[in-house]
Every structure is written in structure tokens, then in C-alpha cells.
């Protein structure tokens, strides 16, 4: 067998991890053949005898009929009959003249059997794949305490006390337990919490004799809590929101422990703690732009620790919504008025799936009609800081500048009601970009009573959500019948696909339909998944949550590469500058894309 054998086996997975001795022997007992086009190699419900490696040409995998896969050079076949002994699922068939490496079943299994890493290769679920694929495109890898559940956190033993003791005891308590805080209640019922700082602050600094006041009348209610299969990145970002240090871990409705700001070890936490004090107690909007900057040179060493892009983009989402929060707060000091509204971010930032600082799409909601104008001078002067501190101008005006996105709670009714009843092309854009709204500033009632309302309509226009599917499946995923990639063949993106609208638009818009049918409020992708696991299958909400994963990760790596060579960042990548291994991974996003679009067109009865 030539050498050209071994080399071609380097270059390929998992072989590339086999030392030389290993590869020699696969060789020297394996085969090639030749199998012309259209032969059928393996048939449904055949076990196979060989680990197929595809050398030169392609096979196309059918059941009932219908094409399932294409398989192409360096793709594997009969793999998985082999590892897990049960017949074959798919008749393949050579869909061109093709050069087979056999390897007969008892060479691999010894293989195998000496090589964990080797045989994990071939035991990985897409999931898994896609999971590692996301991680390997950036550049550090570390296991990212990020991550942990809370659950799994080492949390601090609760401490209790009753709502009459006094607070001479209940310091006495938190000193012999060498504890900031005290709990007062129960872990079924929590009806207060007692820090330092309420010590220092409502008895101490004013005087009071600790024996003669309660734990009742010092405590702070209602207690903040988290639950403990949420992430430690999402107590850290809560505990920004809150401005709060300490927050109770609830499982199954009782307290199980409590974490602490100081136990957080995070590196990239304590920058965003830092970056959100400084914005908060900064005015000046010259040095909140300074700030603004070291934000956006940030990005580029977070990505390449191998923070995972749902922290990261969730990270910045939190700082971004210090930016414009900061901006409201100055802009209501220079207004000389207040009054009830909600000042709203939409789109990718309503959705906290923003890296890369484009434009911020934005709006105000107020409760009175009378309160227009107000609400119209604040739009204009909060963009007008906003566009000093950095951010980037609308194209599309989307801004709350423009009185189109400046209404009252029931203007903003009427037009949302208009957009669902007259679905069109224009309207279902604005819905795509206006439904994802999250309340960064203001009375968040007046956005939940609006959202109740679009829920309520959308329950009562099914129609419209039918018209959204249509859209969603106009963008098919670049890949074409025999696995190829499909590229732009002339301009200035010529050889190179459009992620967003191949793979991460078509998940965005799919999953945004689900919640609103599902009446969901979360506007994250990942997070509306997580809420769609039991509608949708955890198998397809898990491959969808990777593939989005590595889509976003792919994308934002290609921007930053692309900033560094002084172009402007893009949703574009030119596929051939991938590994093998990252293009299988795109094929296999691609392919998920495909399917979920297959689901949601067979749920709204589009296909059959």
C-alpha cells in the first residue's frame, strides 16, 4: 500500500492522534477498493465488516427513499454499526466512482480498544462535536468555573435567625460564624435578610441599643434569590443588576446555600464588576466614551481566554446596559422632569446576543399620552449622549430619537396589533427586531402588560405565526446537495457565506416563534431553547443550543480577524480558510439548521 495512505490518515481524524507504529499496522492489514458509481456498499439492516474510510468520491445514505446524508472524502461508514454491534440504519449507495480504505472490524476493535481517544472520536454525539468545535476555534482553553451550576458551587452553610430576636443575638450568630449575613426564617421560608451593612448602617451609625430593636425591623424583604441549577456567571450578573453581594441558592423551594460576590474567583467577573462601578458613578460623558472604548478592546483577550460565547455575549449585554441606563439617568438630570415610562433596547441587544458593538436598536414606552413630548425631548438627548459615549448610529433609524419608536403603552398596542393582522415583508421585520424588547430602564409593568398583549393577539392570529415560518424558510442554509458549500461567486464576498443568514437568522427566528407561541418571555435564543426543551425535544433544543453556539463563536472570531486586518466586520467567511475539522462542524450546524427549518414547516403545516 503506497505511503501516500499514511499520509492521507495523518491529515485526517482521529487517525492524526495514532503514533506512527499504529498507523503501519491499520495499514499493513487493511485494503483498497473501488466502488463504482452507483453501487449499493451497505444495505439497511446489514451489519458491516470494515470501518470505511472514503479516500476519493461520495456516498449518499437513504431511507425509505428520501436522501438522509452525503458522505465525502475523509467521511466515515459503517462506524457506528461497529461500535455499538447493530445493523446499518441506511442503505449507501456511491453516488460517484469512489477509493474505499477498508479496515476490517477486528483491526479497529483492537485499535480501539488501546486508544480511548481514538474510539471517543466515533462515539461523540454532533452535540458533543459541536461543543469542543466552539471551544478549539478560540484561542485559550481552560475549564471555566463560569459554568459551574450553583448547585455544584461551594456555597456558604445558611445561617437563620427568628424575626424577633434581637439584633444584639443575631450579631452574635453572624461573629461565631464568622458570617456577613444572617437569614431570618427558615429555608422554606424566607422572610428577610440582615447584612453588616444593615448593621452598621440602621443600628450602629444611629445610636441604638442592639438589645431593644428586632430582627424585623432591621431586615431587608423581599430577599433576592437564585436557583441552583442556574450558572455562577448568571449569580454574578444578577448580583450587578441587584447591586447586591449575597444571594440565597433555592432548590426544589428551600434554601440550600448562599453565594457570596467575595467566593466568586472569576477573572473576567471582577473586570465586569469593575467596568459597572465605574460607569455608575461616572458623569462625564468624555470619560464614559474612554470607557466605552476599553470595553470594545476587551472583547478581542475575553474571546481568546475561552469564555464561552453565551457569557460573553451576556457579559457585554450587562455593560452595554450600564452605557445606556447611565445615559437615561443624565439625560432625565438635564430634562429638569420624570416621568412613567420604560426605556426598551431591541433586537440582538434586547436579546443579549450582541459581541462585536453594533448599533444599539432602542425605544420608549410611556403610559400617558400626555407625557409625548416629555418623552420625545428624552429620546433625542439619550441618543445624543449615546453617539458621544461611542455607539455606533441606527442605519435604520431604529433609535429612540425617532418618534416612530417613541409611543404611549397604547399606541404601541395599535401598532403591534397592525403588524400581526397585516403580516407583510416590512412588518414582520419590524416584529423580528420590536418582539425580542427587553426594559433596561423604567416601569418594567407597562413592558409586561404590553407583552401579555402581543401574546394574547398572536393567540388569536395563529396566522401570523405562519407567515413569520414562511420567512424563516426562505433562508436555506448554505450547503448544497452533495455536502458542498454554497458561495458567492462574484462581488465582494465572492467565495465566502453569510452566516447570519444561513445558520444563526433562521435559529433566532425560529426559536423567537416557538416563545411567542408558547407565550415565553425570556428574548435570548439560549435561554428561550432552554424554556423549549420539552416542546421541541431535548436532543434537537441541545444541537440547536451548540450550533448556535459555534455559528455566533465562528462569526465573531472571523470579525475580529477581520478588524485586525483593518476591514470592517461582517457576517461573511470564506469556508476554505477552515480546518477539516471546523467545516465538517459548519456542515454539521448547517444540517440542524436544515432540521429544525423541517420541523417548524411540518408544525405550522407548510410541509408534509
Not at 94 to 101: H, P, R, T
Not at 485 to 501: A, P, R, Y
Not at 540 to 569: M, N, V, W, Y
Request: proline share 4%.
Amino acid at each position: 500500500m503506497s505511503l501516500d495512505i499514511k499520509k492521507f490518515l495523518k491529515e485526517h481524524p482521529p487517525f492524526n492522534v495514532l503514533p506512527e507504529k499504529e498507523l503501519d499496522f491499520i495499514i499493513n492489514n487493511s485494503s483498497l477498493n473501488y466502488i463504482p458509481k452507483d453501487e449499493i456498499l451497505l444495505k439497511e439492516d446489514q451489519y458491516s465488516e470494515y470501518l470505511y474510510l472514503i479516500v476519493k468520491g461520495g456516498f449518499v445514505l437513504k431511507k425509505d427513499g428520501s436522501t438522509v446524508e452525503f458522505l465525502e472524502t475523509g467521511d466515515y461508514i459503517g462506524d457506528t454499526s461497529l461500535i455499538f454491534n447493530q445493523p446499518n440504519r441506511f442503505n449507501v449507495k456511491a453516488i460517484e466512482d469512489s477509493i474505499l480504505l477498508e479496515i476490517p472490524e477486528e483491526i479497529f476493535r483492537k485499535v480501539i480498544s488501546k486508544h480511548p481517544e481514538f474510539k471517543e472520536f466515533f462515539t461523540k454525539t454532533t452535540i458533543d462535536k459541536l461543543t469542543e468545535g466552539y471551544k478549539k476555534i478560540q484561542v485559550g482553553t481552560f475549564e471555566d468555573s463560569s459554568l459551574i451550576p450553583l448547585k455544584q458551587f461551594k456555597l456558604k452553610e445558611p445561617l437563620y435567625c427568628d424575626k424577633e430576636e434581637n439584633v444584639k443575638d443575631v450579631a452574635s450568630k453572624m461573629s461565631e460564624k464568622n458570617l456577613s449575613f444572617c437569614l431570618v426564617g427558615n429555608k422554606k421560608n424566607l422572610e428577610g435578610i440582615i447584612t453588616d451593612k444593615d448593621l452598621k448602617d440602621k443600628v450602629l451609625s444611629k445610636g441604638i441599643d442592639p438589645t431593644k430593636i428586632t430582627a424585623d425591623q432591621i431586615k431587608t424583604y423581599p430577599v433576592e434569590y437564585i436557583e441552583s441549577d442556574k450558572f455562577l456567571f448568571e449569580a454574578v450578573l444578577k448580583m450587578i443588576r441587584k447591586n447586591i453581594k449575597r444571594l440565597p441558592v433555592i432548590e426544589e423551594g428551600s434554601v440550600i446555600g448562599v453565594v457570596e460576590d467575595r467566593d466568586i474567583f472569576i477573572h473576567q467577573s471582577k473586570n465586569i464588576l469593575y467596568l459597572t462601578k465605574q460607569i455608575e458613578v461616572e458623569s462625564s460623558i468624555e470619560n464614559l466614551r474612554q470607557l466605552y472604548i476599553s470595553v470594545e478592546e476587551a472583547i478581542e483577550p475575553l474571546f481568546k481566554t475561552g469564555k464561552d460565547i453565551e457569557i460573553l455575549q451576556k457579559y457585554i449585554a450587562e455593560i452595554n446596559d450600564r452605557f445606556v441606563q447611565k445615559a437615561v439617568k443624565l439625560s432625565l438630570e438635564e430634562l429638569k422632569e420624570d416621568f412613567d415610562f420604560s426605556f426598551i433596547v431591541l433586537g440582538s441587544e434586547g436579546r443579549k446576543e450582541q459581541t462585536i458593538n453594533t448599533d444599539i436598536d432602542n425605544g420608549i414606552i410611556f403610559k400617558e399620552e400626555i407625557e409625548k413630548e416629555k418623552a420625545l425631548k428624552l429620546g433625542k438627548i439619550v441618543i445624543d449622549k449615546l453617539l458621544k459615549i461611542g455607539f455606533p448610529e441606527c442605519p435604520g433609524k431604529i433609535m429612540a430619537s425617532n418618534p416612530e419608536w417613541v409611543k404611549s403603552a397604547k399606541e404601541w398596542e395599535k401598532t403591534v396589533e397592525n403588524w400581526i393582522i397585516q403580516p407583510d415583508p416590512v412588518n414582520i421585520m419590524y416584529t423580528s427586531i420590536f418582539f425580542d424588547y427587553r426594559s433596561i430602564y423604567g416601569n418594567t409593568e407597562i413592558t409586561s402588560k404590553l407583552r401579555e398583549y402581543i401574546f394574547n393577539l398572536i393567540e388569536k392570529n395563529r396566522n401570523f405565526l405562519v407567515m413569520m415560518t414562511m420567512k424563516t424558510l426562505e433562508f436555506e442554509p448554505p450547503i448544497g446537495f452533495f455536502r458542498e458549500f454554497i458561495v458567492e461567486k462574484t462581488g465582494e464576498h465572492k467565495n465566502e457565506l453569510d452566516l447570519k443568514k444561513g445558520g444563526i437568522f433562521p435559529i433566532v427566528q425560529g426559536v423567537r416563534i416557538l416563545a411567542l407561541e408558547n407565550r415565553i418571555s425570556e428574548t435570548n435564543t439560549i435561554d428561550r431553547l432552554r424554556k423549549l426543551r420539552n416542546k421541541i425535544g431535548e436532543n434537537l433544543s441541545d444541537e440547536l443550543i451548540e450550533s448556535f453556539k459555534f455559528l455566533q463563536t465562528l462569526r465573531l472570531r472571523s470579525q475580529l480577524e477581520k478588524i485586525k486586518a483593518g476591514k470592517k466586520p461582517d457576517n461573511y467567511i470564506n469556508p476554505e480558510n477552515l480546518t477539516k475539522f471546523e467545516k465538517d462542524l459548519l456542515k454539521d450546524a448547517f444540517k440542524i439548521v436544515k432540521k429544525f427549518q423541517e420541523m417548524l414547516g411540518i408544525h405550522f403545516r407548510l410541509r408534509v
